[in-house]
């Protein structure tokens, strides 16, 4: 494990960084080709990046000594303006990414039970998130950690956990 491994809350100054690590969080099967960056401006996909701060917004950034390595925040939703994983209006729907040179260190998991562990705090009720099934490292990720299904649509998951 990282002994430099520190978090801190994301502020408004970290949005590029907040945007770029929403990029790295889409899923590409393997063979397919990544996503135009273009999508970061489509309506459906602004309601995850625009404006972090807002009310309801909730994240944090990992840090080994100085470099940023990942973020993980979450976002409120409602029913006129869902997200892919929404299920109800006071639960966040949750966005994690790390850079490809951090991946498989569990500061993945950390970030998450850092979040969760704010979150509770907070009286926040559970948190949701959509995954893709052929995800399926982080799907099984995201089991373990005591998420559960509730719905499937084409190949999206969407997974709650309460608190």
């Known amino acids: 494990m990282d002994r430099n491994l520190h978090f801190r ?3 408004a100054g970290d949005q590029a960084f907040l945007t770029e690590m ?3 969080a889409f899923f590409v099967p393997e063979g397919a080709d990544p996503f135009p960056r273009s999508i970061l401006d489509r309506p ?3 309601k995850y990046h625009k404006e972090y701060g807002k009310k309801g917004d909730y994240g944090f950034l990992a840090f080994s ?3 940023a390595l990942g973020a993980i925040w979450c976002r409120l939703h409602n029913h006129d303006d869902p997200g892919y994983g929404f299920v109800r209006s006071d639960v966040p729907e949750l966005n994690i990414a790390l850079l490809p040179q951090a991946r498989g260190k569990g500061i993945g998991q950390q970030l998450m039970q850092y979040l969760e562990q ?3 705090a907070e009286g926040v009720p559970g948190i949701s ?3 893709d099934k052929r995800n399926t490292i ?3 990720i995201y089991q373990k950690l005591g998420y559960e299904q509730v719905k499937e649509e084409g190949t999206a998951i969407t997974m709650l956990k309460l608190f």
């Open 44 to 46: 459906d996909i602004l």
């Open 138 to 140: 982080a799907h099984h």
């Open 129 to 131: 998130l959509s995954v």
């Open 9 to 11: 809350p994301i502020t």
């Open 22 to 24: 929403l990029y790295l």
């Open 118 to 120: 704010d979150l509770r």
């Open 65 to 67: 000594g100085q470099e």
